[in-house]
């Protein structure tokens, strides 16, 4: 069973930064993309950013400039450095795991809340 487990949320002030991470365990396919998402309230989950695992990135155009995603597929697991942030970010970040070429569902993990305060 796969499981993804998020870290490094917190309370912030604009324009600092903060570095979210993704543990994944369990098996699954290699050829895979690994994205954050957020979900702020009232509002639908969004795309953050992307990252195959040959490294090819996609991000948000909100996000562009500030935020960095990145994996270690030797530890499985995936980055989001999120710098200069702001009030908008607010929102609970969850990890995804979309399996290549497979019928299974993508994973999600239960989401890091994150806080921007002015």
């Known amino acids: 069973q796969v499981q993804l487990a998020e870290s490094g949320g917190g309370l912030v002030q604009a324009g600092e930064s903060l570095r979210l991470s993704c543990a994944v365990s369990?098996?699954?396919?290699?050829?895979?993309?690994m994205g954050w998402y957020r979900q702020a309230p009232g509002k639908q989950r969004e795309l953050v950013a992307t990252?195959?695992?040959?490294?090819?990135?996609n991000y948000a155009d909100s996000v562009k400039g500030r935020f960095t995603i990145s994996r270690d597929n030797a530890k499985v697991t995936v980055y989001l450095q999120m710098n200069s942030l702001k009030p908008e970010d607010t929102a609970v970040y969850y990890c995804?795991?979309?399996?290549?070429?497979?019928?299974?569902?993508?994973?999600w993990g239960k989401g890091t809340l994150v806080t921007v305060s002015f």
């Open positions: 995804n795991l979309d399996e290549t070429y497979s019928t299974r569902p993508p994973y």
């Open positions: 369990g098996t699954f396919f290699s050829r895979n993309v």
């Open positions: 990252i195959t695992n040959s490294g090819t990135t």
